[in-house]
């Protein structure tokens, strides 16, 4: 196993996974394809092997370790970009049935071609954009579990994201250490779409050392049908 592959189960390990040979082979292609499509789209600032392993793949994995992420799950990623967190919990757990949402075409052309080459079962990639996924009877109110990792505001994120959720599912974002002014701003809007608010857990990557949060809101009632508003208004005019 390669030195990256040793990081990558050893870290981990240190949030209770196990991955086997073929995971680390899956994640090894995956950074592969990373690095080669980056040098023709802007994918991530991101280009070293053992920074993708840490900074991308770990850090997406932080998820299994804090929250209990049901058998068969269905798990859609909101502004997926390159594939975080979605792309690494599937490889992880392989049970979940994963939908990836991005507004950009050559995002989405990426997530495809890896989810080909990696042989993904129960993904879809969709081109579009949240505002308007939102809508869609396929999609409303019809995951476990939405994430989304360095995509916008958390007020803004919750009107993007919460809309997916079931009654009693989750959306969790994936955050910077300094989350509390953000958790503040946002408490309204948590509100006003249906969301309790579990609070934050702020944690160190493995071998960075580098601190992220993750943040937790559950969905207790229904979102109103008027959200999410029209594109570009959820960003230009937070709810507050």
């Known amino acids: 196993m390669s030195k990256v592959g040793d990081l990558l189960q050893q870290g981990a390990k240190e949030f209770g996974i ?4 073929r995971q680390i082979e899956q994640f090894a292609s995956y950074s592969a394809m990373l690095i080669d499509w980056n040098k023709k789209f802007n994918l991530t600032a991101i280009v070293d092997p053992q ?4 900074k991308h793949f770990l850090d ?20 997926t970009g390159a594939g975080f967190p979605g792309i690494p919990l599937k490889i992880a757990r392989p049970d979940i049935s994963l939908v990836l949402l991005d507004s950009l075409r050559k995002r989405t052309q990426f997530l495809q071609a890896v989810v080909e080459q990696l042989s993904l079962a129960a993904v879809t990639v969709i081109h579009g954009r949240a505002e308007e996924a939102g809508h869609d009877e396929k999609y409303r109110a019809a995951f476990d579990l939405a994430v989304s990792r360095a995509v916008a505001p958390l007020a803004t994120l919750a009107e993007y994201c919460l809309p997916f959720v079931r009654l009693g599912g989750y959306f969790i974002a994936l955050k910077g250490p300094d989350i509390s002014g953000e958790l503040a701003d946002a408490q309204t809007a948590i509100t006003m779409l249906g969301g309790n608010n579990h609070g934050a857990r702020t944690f ?4 960075s050392g580098d601190a992220r949060s993750l943040v937790f809101i559950e969905h207790t009632a229904p979102t109103p049908a008027q959200y999410p508003r029209k594109p570009g208004t959820p960003e230009k005019k937070p709810l507050r």
């Open 18 to 21: 196990s991955l086997d040979a």
């Open 51 to 54: 920074e993708i392993a840490v």
């Open 60 to 79: 997406s994995l932080t998820i299994l370790n804090f929250h209990d992420v049901c058998l068969g799950a269905q798990v859609v990623d909101v502004g």
């Open 204 to 207: 160190s990557l493995p071998v």
